[in-house]
């Protein structure tokens, strides 16, 4: 998805983290264009459309964007999308990143394989699980979750009972080693049903997480 070696930079901007350990902390957000997964309630199908506007940027561009941000007291840096791993050149973008002193968290889909990302220096990762109302859990790649460690997030999205349930089945099937996340499709299920749920469960070690921005903002809201 990278163009003759140009990264296709749907959007830039600083905000909070929404979701993650970092949650509530100041964030540069580089979005990529592209994703090879089509979940049912994604909120970012915009930047997925083969035709979205989009800037190619070199990894020195982005690099000089970061250098910006850290000049504004930013340190944390996020690479999302759309789907940022199927960016050809993210190896050497998150290695200068890193190399800069940022902290570099990315969030990916769950379909790619993690293993070449993480030898050292290694970045965060903060990586879904699609649970059954995505319509993509199929291409899981579920042996990812071994390579998560405690710096790392699992996040399951739920829209239902049934995703809960589900969700319930994968953490006591791989027992994660990093930090696991339940959070809510917005407007699709009750927060304080997934807390039941929780409790019922005994789920002592999962957080639930609200995407916070959706709270702050107009959650059709882009670039925040
Ligand atoms: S993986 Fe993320 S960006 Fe891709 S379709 Fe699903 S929600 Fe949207």
């Known amino acids: 998805m990278t163009v003759g070696g140009w990264f296709r930079l749907a959007e830039h901007f600083v905000s909070i983290n929404g979701e993650g350990q970092r949650a509530g902390e ?13 979940c049912s309630w994604c909120d970012t199908k915009w930047a997925n459309r083969p035709d979205v506007l ?3 940027a070199s990894v020195s561009d982005l690099c000089g964007i970061a250098d910006e941000a850290w000049s504004a007291g930013v340190r944390n840096v996020t690479l999302t999308g759309g789907e940022p791993l199927l ?14 002193g940022l902290r570099v968290e990315i ?8 293993a070449p990302f993480t030898g050292e ?5 903060t990586m879904d699980y699609k ?3 995505s319509g993509m859990e199929r291409f899981m790649k ?16 739920c829209a239902s009972r049934k995703d809960l349930e589900r969700a319930y089945t994968v953490i006591t099937e791989h027992r994660p080693k990093c930090r696991v996340y339940l959070s809510p499709v917005f407007g699709m299920i009750e927060p304080a049903d997934m807390v039941e749920f929780m409790k019922e469960k005994g789920l002592g070690d999962v957080r639930l997480q609200l995407q916070l921005h959706k709270f702050i903002w107009d959650p059709q809201e882009r670039g925040v």
């Open 26 to 38: 100041l964030a540069l957000f580089l979005r990529f264009a592209g994703c090879d997964l089509n």
């Open 107 to 114: 969030e990916t889909n769950g379909a790619e394989d993690l």
């Open 87 to 100: 960016q050809e050149g993210i190896r050497e973008l998150i290695t200068t990143l890193l190399g800069m």
């Open 54 to 56: 989009c800037t190619a």
């Open 121 to 125: 220096p290694r970045p965060v990762f």
């Open 142 to 157: 579920a042996e990812n979750i071994r390579l998560l460690g405690e710096n790392d997030t699992l996040k399951m999205v």
């Open 131 to 133: 649970l059954p109302s």
